[in-house]
């Protein structure tokens, strides 16, 4: 997955606190304009109990800025003017700093999290009365067209009541 060309852009409203003394509130708007990014991943399967759950493989991600059209603004008291000095002297530092996070992110932290999270809770999702079970059959298939997934898919009902199907809608017991 790829895309180019696209714009961001982040507002954070920022206090500054030194122990419990608030010293300023700021503004700080980023715009990043001309961002890139490539996005490869692959989908397999990973033991959980009995059965197989979804699993992320982020084989590589890539994020790239034109930084000379991209731009941190602070705005908000005499600190934060201060402070906007060193991001303009540092500008190009700390976009690459935040490229390498990001990056870092989506390959390391983002893929653990998703699949420890399917670790955690199972293969089965819970909402209201139904659960869903989408444990894994079989591992999902790629082509360049589109991503088939083999699951249970089954829907059943917590208390134990059955479902009645109606021609017109489904009742619930």
Known sequence: MASQDQELTLNLDLKIYIKKIRLSKCHVEVKIKDLDFFLETAFDTQPVGTELA???????????????????????GIIPRLVGLFVDLFHRSIFKKVISEIESAVTGTLQTDINQFFQEHGTQYQFNEVTFDFAQLQTPKVTDENIQFFMNGTFFLNSGN????????????
Request: hydrophobic residues 35%.
């Open 162 to 173: 059955g479902i009645k199907l109606n021609s017109s809608a489904v009742n619930w017991n």
């Open 54 to 76: 979804p699993k992320l493989n982020i084989l590589d991600f890539k994020l790239g800025m034109d930084r000379s059209h991209s731009e941190i603004k602070i705005t908000g």
